[in-house]
């Protein structure tokens, strides 16, 4: 079996898998916010993650809030920095090709009166860097929040965060980037970042799912999303997942001490697309030739439909996604392939291949053998 969904939820990370079986069997268990000897224990154990976090990460340790997940770090972000109603400061700059979590967000609060303006979206995935600044020029001290991603979770396509950062800063506005896709994924320094709110999610990393955190540069400018018993400082109430995150620790960790796999990581991926590209002309790789996860690519024949494609892999035991919205078998191209205005004959076509530092040549090599099968079978009875 080849599962080539991380970008989905990625399975426990081996040294996750070990470090649990252990901890499963030998405990402790507690609550960590109890007085006693144990509590104090599990407390213990859990601010350690947080270091450790906070170490790989370049944060501060008073900066990592732990929650249930980028979701929940998302909506508690929007929740801290918009208000009910907006004042003068009524403008969301945003991207096109931004995740439903955060899309809904700016939904909600465009409902409660605020102006959303989305940067476009270069054809390479790239979101417009000039467009923004003059988005940020037009509305200058208007803009309540920039929210813009680091890496795309369909595409892969690495976005200049570092920039948006840096103009958001010199305008004095908050920027959230959704990080869910970058961090544990490739390398990365809150502190060089120019973020003021990053997120992460526990399964997106290998660890654990159920778990996250926010890193927030100012976490006095948030506000708890769940009131409770004043766990993380007082900003997010309930009892910590602390089996969660201490699988995070493990798999940040894991992923930390095996970052130099990578580059080869890296080029098994560029090798399989050139060969596939080699074998199919027409077939296009999403974000071709733009800054990429080493992990994901996403692929389309022209003409085939993706969904026809995953079941064919899947007849295989290989197991990819597809981006396309479906409803009521309307295949269509998702939001995020329209912003960089990819056609319907390609965009229905995409599949999905994600990994982590697993991947491998070897693991390139099968998918690449069931897709050229799929492709010159389904290509006799082209969908649409
Ligand atoms: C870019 C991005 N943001 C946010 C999320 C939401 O993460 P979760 O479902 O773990 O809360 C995802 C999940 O796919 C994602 O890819």
Same mark, same amino acid.
């Given at each position: 079996m080849i599962y080539a969904d991380y970008n989905g939820s990625a399975p426990l990370c081996d040294d996750v898998r070990e470090y649990l079986v252990k901890r499963i069997n030998e405990g402790p268990y507690s609550n960590q916010n109890a007085? +006693?000897?144990?509590?104090?224990?599990?407390?213990?154990?859990?601010?350690?993650?947080?270091?450790?976090?906070?170490? +790989?990460? $370049? /944060?501060?340790?008073?900066?990592?809030?732990? #929650?249930?997940?980028?979701?929940?770090?998302? !909506?508690?972000?929007?929740?801290?920095?918009?208000?009910? %109603?907006?004042?003068?400061?009524?403008?969301?700059?945003?991207?096109?090709?931004? +995740? &439903?979590?955060?899309?809904?967000?700016? *939904? %909600?609060?465009?409902n409660k009166g605020y102006q959303i303006e989305y940067i476009n979206t270069l054809d390479n995935g790239v979101i417009d860097l000039q467009h923004y600044?003059?988005?940020?020029?037009?509305?200058?001290? *208007?803009?309540?929040?920039?929210? =813009?991603?680091? !890496? $795309? #979770? @369909?595409?892969?396509?690495?976005?200049?965060?570092? @920039?948006?950062?840096?103009? !958001?800063?010199? #305008?004095?506005?908050?920027?959230?980037?959704?990080?869910?896709?970058?961090?544990?994924?490739? @390398?990365? $320094?809150?502190? *060089? =970042?120019?973020?003021?709110? !990053?997120? /992460?999610?526990? +399964?997106?990393?290998?660890?654990?799912?159920?778990?996250?955190?926010?890193?927030?540069?100012?976490?006095?400018?948030?506000?708890?999303l769940i009131l409770g018993g004043g766990q993380e400082k007082g900003l997010r109430g309930g009892t910590q997942n602390y089996i969660g995150i201490e699988t995070m620790a493990v798999a940040m960790e894991s992923f930390y001490n095996n970052k130099e796999k990578l580059n080869q990581v890296n080029e098994s991926r560029l090798a399989f697309e050139q060969k596939i590209k080699e074998k199919f002309p027409e077939v296009a790789i999403m974000g071709d030739g733009a800054p990429r996860l080493a992990t994901t690519t996403m692929i389309a024949y022209p003409g085939i439909h993706g969904q026809a494609v995953q079941i064919e892999l899947?007849? *295989?035991?290989?197991?990819?996604?597809? &981006?396309?919205?479906? =409803?009521? $078998?309307?295949?269509?191209?998702? %939001?995020?392939?329209?912003?960089?205005?990819?056609?319907?004959?390609?965009?229905r076509g995409v599949i999905r291949i994600s990994f982590c530092l697993n991947a491998n040549q070897e693991l390139y090599d099968k998918i690449e053998d069931a897709l050229t099968n799929a492709y010159n079978k389904l290509k006799k009875i082209q969908s649409y």
């Open positions: 007085i +006693h000897s144990l509590g104090k224990k599990m407390m213990f154990g859990m601010e350690k993650c947080r270091r450790t976090l906070a170490k +790989h990460l $370049n /944060c501060q340790t008073h900066q990592i809030i732990f #929650n249930s997940g980028a979701s929940e770090g998302i !909506a508690q972000i929007f929740f801290s920095l918009l208000d009910e %109603r907006p004042s003068e400061k009524n403008i969301i700059i945003t991207s096109g090709i931004e +995740h &439903s979590a955060v899309v809904q967000c700016c *939904q %909600r609060y465009q600044q003059e988005l940020i020029k037009k509305f200058s001290n *208007q803009i309540a929040l920039i929210t =813009s991603m680091a !890496a $795309n #979770n @369909e595409t892969g396509v690495i976005q200049p965060y570092q @920039e948006i950062g840096k103009i !958001a800063q010199e #305008n004095k506005v908050p920027f959230f980037c959704d990080t869910t896709q970058f961090i544990g994924k490739t @390398e990365f $320094n809150f502190d *060089q =970042s120019n973020i003021d709110y !990053a997120v /992460c999610s526990s +399964h997106k990393i290998g660890a654990l799912i159920g778990a996250g955190f926010i890193i927030a540069k100012d976490p006095t400018r948030l506000k708890p899947e007849s *295989q035991n290989i197991f990819v996604t597809t &981006s396309s919205a479906c =409803s009521d $078998n309307k295949p269509e191209t998702s %939001r995020v392939l329209k912003a960089m205005k990819i056609n319907d004959d390609i965009g």
